[in-house]
């Protein structure tokens, strides 16, 4: 699927809707993705770890090393207070973008 | 974007990469373990798992740019652009070879731009200091001395100055006890240092009063006799002629005279661009009211704070209005002598031809710097030219080089790079060349510099303490960053962003990329035109020095050696025994094998300040509007004066020996005192009577002489008065400096040895001054000129070599782009000497249309150089011919070099190896 700004901004959604619920490592994430989307939304994975990263920089999302279930080391990331913020700020927005998508496609 | 995150990112970039990479490897493992569960095989499991990440090289270069740094970025941009540049070395070294010499040169002038004329004098709050002189519209003097009671009254009368101080300038003996020295001295009031803001570094400096004195002055810089024997060093003299020991209440001999010394000043002080070396006391008189005329004196005046110039000078209209009332002076002649405002030129019914003798003021550093300003910016915007010239030929060579690294550029596209990070990476290039060319340009500008002081010395004021300081590295890192950014981005004029990739890709090499071949005819158009101005320029200027240099300065100056001798007062208090040991110098010279004549004089001209002697002149009466009875200029002779110099005699005759002793007292006078105060009357057999004397007797005048251009070459003759030193010896004048001039026929070295020899035996702790050939005289009266036309001329060289390698690479490469069409035309019947032609043909016109622009911008520029020239127009028809030709010259060279390597092409390899 080709990358498109909307698609990355909702990607950010996803991730940050994932971390609100718990903390999770990239994998974890990709998984829960697959998962609740019932793989209609069908982003390539490669798409996952840039968009991590970014919102770690942007302070969204923070991140440490913890061992995990086969006692591997795995990089874990937590949503932040300003990420949870943003996360109720942009889910508002999407439904205000929705609903009023969907007076303009049911107008006569 | 949080900063601190980023931060910390800079210095982890590698550990950084390696956690991704571990993140990524967890990832994989974890999809691989999955997959197998689901039941895959490990291998296949692996592939679906690298399938789904959707390629691990990208995902890795993703997520690394996300947590790259603008710095990553600049840093990979530099390796690359480093990378890039080591791979053409010949482009490299061109281009930042060009580049230093181009920034070096403008860091060069920019320094002296910036301690001449930027850089604030060295004193506390600088712009309060104001320089005050003496208006004398009488004499013709705009900017003249001021006399010992008009600075004391103007101390006690004006309000709006916090302090003023007085001092001359000049050089002393000082005998360090092993060798004599010529030292500069500056001979200062109490209150100058102190409105200057100096402290002492060691001991003290003058008490009130302690500078008092109530002998009259003799000499400028020269403290009168009877003044307390006390001196303050200056740092650098304390260091080079004591070592730096303890000196402070130390006794040392100046002029004959044991003091003491009473305090050390901190080390860079300068006064007036003279750097003194002694401070003496002036020995002036503040209780003493008669010396109302005698002007020698130079005066420094710090205003109040808060004090605006404007309200000062308005004070200062308001005190002269009413000066003669406030001092209570009234009278005729000396006792008369005051300021008097320009308009009142009749005062009470009585004439006042002294109006318009006015104090008046300007900023220190206004005097100081002077006329050096023009000459300066002249420098500048030569060499600013030399720059954009060499800008000009880089954007050239980028834009060729841009056009040998498509494939490369194709290929980056192709992996990703949007054509902003081209655009950066052109430019980072660019600022790569740049800061290699700045580092090596500094080198160039601290060698160019100590060059030039070496060679020019005291050519500009303050340039001795010209140093590359922080503000001129600045500017030569800016002067680097916007050259950088005019070449670099040259290739991509007339392009937009989004066909940036497009038109990087392609520009064919059957055409030559149209637009920008363009772009690079007008570049070397430009080129040629900004190169001719500059050698329209140089040679203008190396004209007006050859023209200074070929005027009669009213002596022949070839095979003549001088040098300068001042006999202390104390040691030869009388002038008559000071008069002996000159007589007995000049015998002795005259018997050095070689030497012709031999004579001395007490001013040594090209160099000479006017000294307005007021004298009568028998049966002259000035009308309103004619000179008044002043000399410019007054000569003590000794020996056979006129014949030595090769001055010649126009009228009635020279001095004779017999005049030493005779009753009869003679002068001569210059054509020019002839023809002001007896026009028309046969000037031998008149009378004139020179102030100042002890008895003032008249003097009779015997011969008229030739003009002497006492004040430079290039100004008028004065009025000069000639007096015979044995003469005035007897009348117990006072006789001080004594330049030595010897005729002779052996060379200089030789000369001056012994002459040195002969000098040392008549006085061992008398120095001998600025032994030199009068040749050199002329050419250091003309060092400023001389500085100015020889820096131009190099940079004239520069931008016309520049130019020419601009022109001929130009014309090298269009031969090199069309060589398929030239072979095929020569294998259609052209012979060599037709393509040789063309191509020739098509590089002169470019030459031709770039004279002719450059010839158009010099005429219109002309009014800037007019006033720094000397007796040639800045239109002047001859040089402008010469130019052009000139220039057509070296480009035709230049172009028909590739011409040449045109027709040697041989079509039938072209068409073959196509």
Same mark, same amino acid.
């Given at each position: 699927m080709p990358k498109s700004d909307l698609l990355q901004g909702t990607l950010d959604l996803l991730i940050l809707r994932i971390l609100s619920l718990e903390a999770n490592h990239g994998w974890g994430i990709a998984q829960r993705i697959r998962q609740m989307s019932r793989e209609g /939304?069908? #982003?390539?994975?490669?798409s996952l770890y840039p968009a991590l990263h970014r919102l770690e920089v942007s302070g969204d999302v923070r991140s440490e090393m913890k061992p995990s279930e086969n006692n591997r080391k795995a990089r874990v990331y937590t949503i932040t207070a300003a990420g949870r913020r943003r996360l109720e700020t942009e889910h508002k927005n999407w439904r205000k973008f929705a609903l009023s998508m969907q007076r303009v496609l049911d107008a006569e | 974007m949080r900063l601190l995150p980023y931060l910390r990112e800079i210095g982890r970039r590698r550990q950084v990469a390696a956690e991704i990479d571990d993140e990524l490897a967890y990832h994989i493992d974890a999809e691989i373990q999955s997959n197998i569960a689901l039941g895959l095989s490990p291998s296949e499991a692996r592939r679906l798992a690298l399938r789904d990440l959707g390629g691990l090289v990208q995902t890795r270069e993703a997520t690394r740019d996300v947590r790259m740094t603008w710095l990553d970025d600049v840093a990979r941009d530099v390796r690359l652009a480093v990378r890039g540049l080591l791979r053409t070395p010949a482009f490299t070294s061109i281009a930042v070879l060009t580049l230093a010499l181009g920034i070096g040169a403008n860091t060069a002038i920019f320094s002296i731009l910036d301690g001449v004329i930027l850089q604030p004098l060295?004193?506390?709050?600088?712009?309060?200091l104001m320089y005050l002189s003496t208006r004398a519209p009488a004499v013709a003097l705009e900017s003249f001395w001021v006399s010992p009671v008009e600075y004391f009254e103007f101390r006690e009368l004006n309000?709006?100055?916090s302090n003023a101080g007085a001092f001359h300038l000049g050089e002393v003996n000082l005998f360090d006890g092993i060798q004599p020295h010529r030292v500069r001295s500056a001979v200062v009031d109490e209150h100058l240092l102190s409105t200057l803001g100096v402290p002492a570094a060691q001991g003290r400096l003058y008490l009130s009063?302690?500078?008092?004195?109530?002998a009259p002055t003799t000499a400028p810089g020269q403290p009168p006799p009877?003044?307390?024997p006390i001196v303050v060093l200056s740092y650098e003299l304390w260091q080079s002629a004591? $070592?730096?020991?303890?000196?402070? $209440?130390a006794r040392v001999d100046i002029e004959g005279v044991s003091r003491e010394v009473i305090g050390i000043l901190p080390p860079g002080l300068n006064l007036m661009d003279h750097r003194p070396e002694v401070w003496l006391p002036a020995?002036? +008189?503040?209780?003493?009211?008669? +010396?109302?005329?005698g002007h020698f004196l130079l005066v420094i005046g710090r205003l109040k704070d808060g004090v605006s110039v404007e309200s000062a000078q308005a004070e200062l209209t308001a005190l002269i209005d009413t000066w003669a009332d406030r001092v209570g002076v009234s009278g005729e002649g000396v006792a008369g002598h005051t300021f008097i405002p320009?308009?009142?030129?009749i005062y009470h019914g009585r004439k006042m031809?002294?109006?318009?003798?006015v104090l008046q003021f300007w900023p220190l550093k206004q005097e100081v710097i002077g006329p050096a300003t023009r000459s300066i910016w002249m420098l500048q915007a030569a060499v600013g030219l030399v720059l954009l010239i060499a800008c000009a030929n880089l954007a050239s060579l980028f834009m060729a080089r841009a056009d040998t690294r498509r494939r490369e550029l194709a290929m980056r596209t192709a992996l990703g790079a949007t054509p902003t990070r081209l655009v950066q990476q052109f430019i980072t290039e660019g600022l790569v060349l740049a800061a290699a060319g700045a580092a090596l340009g500094v080198l160039v500008a601290r060698t160019g510099i100590a060059v030039l002081v070496r060679a020019?010395?005291?050519?500009?004021?303050?340039?001795?303490?010209?140093e590359i300081d922080g503000v001129v590295l600045f500017f030569a890192a800016g002067v680097a960053v916007v050259s950088a950014l005019l070449f670099a981005t040259a290739p991509l004029v007339h392009t937009r962003m989004k066909g940036l990739a497009a038109a990087i890709r392609e520009g064919?090499?059957?055409?030559?990329g149209g637009l920008r071949q363009r772009a690079r005819v007008c570049l070397v158009i430009g080129e040629v035109a900004l190169a001719v101005v500059l050698v329209a320029g140089a040679g203008l200027l190396t004209r007006s020095v050859l023209n200074l240099e070929g005027v009669?300065?009213?002596? +022949?100056?070839?095979r003549l050696i001088t040098f300068s001798m001042t006999l202390p007062p104390a040691r030869y208090p009388q002038s008559a025994s000071r008069a002996e040991v000159y007589q007995s110098m000049l015998a002795h010279i005259a018997?050095?094998? $070689?030497?012709?004549f031999v004579s001395a004089m007490s001013g040594l001209p090209l160099e000479r300040r006017p000294a307005t002697m007021a004298t009568d002149y028998d049966g002259y009466v000035a009308g309103p509007n004619d000179p008044q009875e002043f000399a410019d200029y007054t000569q003590y002779v000794i020996g056979n004066y006129f014949q030595t110099m090769g001055?010649?005699?126009?009228?009635g005759r020279g001095f004779e020996p #017999?005049?030493?002793?005779?009753s009869e007292l003679v002068v001569i006078v210059n054509k020019t005192l002839a023809e002001t105060f007896?026009? $028309?009357? +046969?000037?031998?057999g008149q009378r004139l009577r020179p102030c100042c004397f002890a008895q003032t007797p008249w003097f009779t005048v015997v011969g008229v002489a030739a003009d002497v251009k006492q004040s430079g070459i290039d100004k008028k003759a004065g009025t000069e008065i000639y007096f015979s030193l044995d003469q005035i010896a007897r009348l117990n004048a006072t006789i001080g400096t004594m330049h030595v001039v010897t005729r002779t026929t052996a060379a200089f070295d030789e000369s001056a040895a012994l002459i040195r020899d002969v000098a040392r035996a008549v006085d061992p702790t008398v120095p001998i001054v600025r032994l030199r050939e009068m040749d050199d005289v002329l050419q250091e009266s003309i060092r400023r000129p001389r500085l100015l036309s020889n820096t131009i001329t190099i940079f004239a060289g520069l931008a016309l070599l520049i130019s020419v390698i601009g022109m001929y690479g130009l014309l090298s490469y269009t031969v090199s782009n069309r060589r398929r069409e030239l072979g095929i035309r020569m294998a259609l019947g052209a012979t060599p000497a037709e393509i040789l032609g063309q191509i020739l043909r098509s590089g002169m016109a470019l030459i031709l249309i770039g004279t002719a622009a450059g010839v158009a911008v010099a005429l219109g520029l002309g009014r800037y150089i007019a006033s720094l /020239?000397?007796?040639? #127009?800045?239109?002047?028809p001859a040089t402008l011919m010469a130019v052009v030709a000139g220039v057509m010259a070296v480009g035709t060279l230049a172009c028909s070099i590739p011409a040449w390597r045109a027709s040697r092409v041989n079509p039938l390899l072209l068409i073959r190896g196509d």
């Open positions: /939304l069908d #982003a390539s994975q490669g | 060295g004193y506390p709050k600088p712009d309060q309000q709006s100055f009063g302690e500078t008092n004195g109530t009877g003044t307390a004591f $070592g730096g020991r303890p000196m402070v $209440g020995g002036l +008189n503040p209780s003493d009211r008669q +010396n109302r005329a320009p308009e009142r030129t031809p002294n109006a318009g003798h020019y010395p005291d050519s500009l004021p303050r340039i001795s303490s010209l064919t090499d059957r055409h030559t009669d300065p009213g002596f +022949n100056r070839s018997g050095i094998p $070689g030497v012709t001055t010649p005699i126009v009228q #017999a005049d030493a002793s005779s007896w026009k $028309g009357r +046969n000037p031998i /020239l000397f007796g040639i #127009a800045a239109t002047d």
